[in-house]
C-alpha cells in the first residue's frame, strides 16, 4: 500500500481551496524585460507537471477558438506541492513568429489581459502530495477582438515576475475555406516513407490584393510546434482560390505508430510491463526493453497520435486521484549508439529534450535506460536521436517512417492585414 494517503474530511472527497482571490489580478503585469522573446509551450517551473491545454469539452483538440464566439479553452497543470500556490496568468497577442505584438492591448482585448487560477484541488489517496489547477478561459471579464496567435502566460502571484508556464493557442475566423487531403506520394524516394498534402484554399478576393504576399500558409503534423512547416508558392492561382496540388511539394515523413503504455492501474501489468514495484513511499513501473524499429515492416496500431490521457482505474475524479509513478524505460540497441543523445519524447514532455527525458547507456546491460516522473494514464512516446557534436536530431533513425502511418494533421492560413500589421487567422482546418 502507499506510504501516503491524503484523506480530506468534507462533504465531497474533492474540494476548491479558498484563500485564493477570486478577482481581476489588478495592477499585475509581467514586465516585457522577463517575457521569453519567443513564446513556446514551455514550462519554467521544476515543480509543475502534467499541463493540458485544449477547448473544453473535447481533450484531444488543439487549443483553438472561434473568434467570435462563447467556447472557452480549459487549462490543467498539477504543482507537486503540500501547499496551495496562488497562480495569475496573462494574455498576450503574438505575431506569425510567436512574439509579442506591437499592438496595444486594448486593440486585442476587451476587458482584462490578466486574471486569477481560482481552482485547485488536492489529490486524493496518492502516494505524491500535489494540487490540480483548473482555468477555463476566456472569463466574462475578458473578449478576444483579433484572430491570430496568442500566448497564456502563468506566473506566481506572490512573485509576478515569477513564470511558472506559458502555452501557444489560436483564435481564427472563418474567412478562408480549406479542403485538403493527405495521400501516399505517387513515385521518388519518399514513396515508402513519406505523406503529401494537397490542399486548395478559397477567399474573398475583394479583401485579399496580394495572397502570393500576405497569405501565409502553415502546417503542423500531431499537434507538434517543432514540426510546423510553411508551405512554398502554390502550384496554381486565380481569383479567390489557391491551389497546393504541385506533384513535387507537399511532403511530410509518415514516421511510425508511436509506442504506448497504459498506467491507469498499478494492481496488475499491461502491455510492455515488466514489473510493478512499489518502493516505499511510491510506486515503480519496469519496462520492457524496447527495440529498434526502423527497416523493419510497418504494422497498424491504434494510438494517440503522440499524444496522452489522464486517468486511473475505478477513479471518479481522475484529475485528482490519479498518482504519479516513476516509469523505468529501457532501449536495447548495439553498443556502437553508446556515445549518441537519445531521448524519450512525446506531448507529455511537449517533445523536447533536455535531461529530465534524456537516457543514459548502461554498459553493464548494453541498455540506454531512463527513469521518468509520469501521472497514470495512457501515454504515447517515441525515441529520439541527436548528434551530440552537431545538435542535428534524427527522428526516425530509430522508429521508422512510413507512408501507411496515422497522423493527424492541422492547417492554419494567415492573412496580413496591412491596416494593423498583424497577422490575422483567416482559417483553420484539422484533418485526420
Not at 473578449?143 to 501557444?168: H, M, T, W
Not at 478559397?202 to 497569405?215: A, F, G, M, Q
Not at 512554398?232 to 515523413?253: A, N
Amino acid at each position: 500500500m502507499p506510504g501516503r494517503i491524503r484523506i480530506f474530511l468534507f462533504p465531497s472527497l474533492f474540494f476548491i481551496v479558498t484563500g485564493i482571490t477570486t478577482n481581476p489580478v489588478f495592477g499585475l503585469t509581467i514586465s516585457d524585460k522577463l517575457l521569453p522573446d519567443t513564446f513556446k509551450n514551455e514550462v519554467y517551473d521544476a515543480g509543475i507537471h502534467t499541463v493540458l491545454l485544449n477547448a473544453s469539452g473535447w481533450e484531444f483538440s488543439l487549443p483553438v477558438l472561434d473568434a467570435g464566439s462563447l467556447d472557452q479553452l480549459e487549462l490543467r497543470f498539477d504543482d507537486l506541492s503540500e501547499e496551495p500556490r496562488n497562480f495569475g496568468y496573462a494574455i498576450y497577442l503574438c505575431n506569425a513568429s510567436w512574439q509579442k505584438s506591437e499592438l496595444p492591448e486594448q486593440d486585442y482585448i476587451s476587458g482584462f489581459p490578466t486574471g486569477v487560477i481560482r481552482e485547485a484541488r488536492a489529490s486524493f489517496n496518492t502516494t505524491f502530495d500535489y494540487f490540480s489547477y483548473r482555468l477555463l478561459f476566456p472569463e466574462e471579464n475578458c473578449e478576444l477582438l483579433l484572430s491570430g496567435n496568442y500566448a497564456l502566460v502563468v506566473f506566481d502571484q506572490d512573485n509576478p515576475d515569477k513564470i511558472v508556464l506559458s502555452r501557444r493557442f489560436y483564435v481564427t475566423e472563418k474567412q478562408a475555406q480549406i479542403q485538403a487531403k493527405i495521400k501516399p506520394p505517387l513515385y521518388g524516394s519518399r514513396k515508402e516513407t513519406s505523406q503529401q498534402l494537397e490542399l486548395v484554399i478559397t477567399y474573398n478576393n475583394n479583401e485579399i490584393r496580394d495572397p502570393l504576399s500576405d497569405l501565409k500558409v502553415v502546417v503542423m503534423q500531431n499537434g507538434r510546434d517543432d514540426l510546423a512547416a510553411v508551405l512554398g508558392k502554390p502550384y496554381s492561382v486565380s481569383p479567390g482560390r489557391l491551389e497546393y496540388t504541385d506533384p513535387g511539394q507537399g511532403f511530410f515523413p509518415g514516421g511510425n505508430e508511436f509506442r504506448s503504455i497504459d498506467l491507469k492501474s498499478m494492481r496488475y501489468q499491461t502491455e510492455n510491463m515488466d514489473a510493478i514495484e512499489f518502493r516505499n513511499p511510491y510506486f515503480h513501473v519496469i519496462m520492457k526493453p524496447d527495440a529498434e524499429r526502423s527497416g523493419k515492416r510497418y504494422f497498424s496500431k491504434t494510438d494517440l497520435n503522440g499524444n496522452f490521457y489522464i486517468d486511473r482505474e475505478k477513479a471518479q475524479e481522475r484529475h485528482e486521484e490519479a498518482d504519479y509513478v516513476y516509469v523505468h524505460f529501457k532501449l536495447a540497441i548495439p553498443p556502437s549508439h553508446a556515445w549518441e543523445n537519445i531521448y524519450v519524447t512525446g506531448a507529455f514532455c511537449d517533445w523536447k529534450r533536455t535531461a529530465a527525458n534524456q537516457m543514459q547507456y548502461n554498459d553493464s546491460i548494453n541498455h540506454f535506460e531512463l527513469k521518468m516522473l509520469l501521472k497514470q494514464g495512457l501515454y504515447d512516446y517515441c525515441y529520439m536521436m541527436a548528434d551530440p557534436e552537431t545538435g542535428m536530431v534524427n527522428e526516425y533513425a530509430l522508429e521508422g517512417s512510413y507512408y501507411e502511418t496515422g497522423n493527424d494533421y492541422a492547417i492554419f492560413v494567415y492573412y496580413l492585414d496591412g491596416r494593423l500589421n498583424h497577422h490575422r487567422l483567416m482559417g483553420y482546418l484539422p484533418i485526420k
